[in-house]
Structure formats: C-alpha cells, structure tokens
C-alpha cells in the first residue's frame, strides 16, 4: 500500500486544516489506519485511529479538536484539526496498519508525512 499524505500548511491559533491520506488501494479492507505525529528530536507520537469497522481513538491532547473520518474517494483517509494549537505545530505522518485474518499483524506502511504549523 502507498499511501500519499497531503493538506498541511501554516494557520494561526484557532485556525483549522484538513489532512488527507490517498491509499494506492481501496482502504475498506485495511483493518486500521491513523496519523502520527512527530516533533523535532522525538519520536513519532500516536494522534488518531480508525479501524475499518468505524471505530476511532484520539490522543487526549486532541480529542474534541480532531476527527478522523474516511469519505470520497473510498482510498482516502482524512484528518480534520479544528481550534488549532502552537503545540501542534509537528509532521503528520498517515498510516496504514495490516491485520491478518487471524489477527496477526502485518506490515504498517507509512505515508510521506506534511507539515502543520500553528502561529501564535
């Protein structure tokens, strides 16, 4: 799966933007996928998920902020940020997280990360 992450830029505080993830393939059958984080000299932090069965999960630091949602075209993921944050300021990284039939995992396969940057 090749996974295209697009639609960072620079807001101010309180701004909103909306991330997308375009998958190589349709999506419907990737049993989870999500978006990171990653702030410079850290590690990549884990921001949403979606499985493919409409469940989501938030960072407490975004939930109520963020939601993560799939639409049109069906390979797309999509991540929208409302009431943004300086502290938000980071890459964002989509990804796509294979599970076996029997539960085993799979590769992940990561997207090519966008800037979101949040002006006080």
């Known amino acids: 799966v090749q996974l295209q992450a697009s639609g960072g830029g620079w807001v101010q505080a309180g701004g909103s933007l909306r991330l997308s993830c375009a998958a190589s393939r349709s999506i419907s059958s990737i049993e989870t996928m999500g978006w990171y984080r990653q702030y410079p000299g850290e590690e990549r932090e884990p921001v949403a998920t979606?499985?493919?069965?409409?469940?989501?999960d938030y960072a407490d630091s975004v939930k109520g902020r963020f939601t993560i949602s799939t639409g049109n075209p069906e390979n797309t993921l999509y991540l929208q940020l409302n009431s943004l944050k300086p502290e938000d300021t980071a890459v964002y990284y989509c990804?796509?997280?294979?599970?076996?039939?029997?539960?085993?995992?799979?590769?992940?396969?990561w997207g090519q990360g966008t800037q979101v940057t949040v002006s006080s």
């Open positions: 979606r499985t493919n069965g409409g469940s989501t």
């Open positions: 990804y796509a997280q294979i599970t076996y039939h029997d539960g085993r995992y799979g590769s992940r396969y």
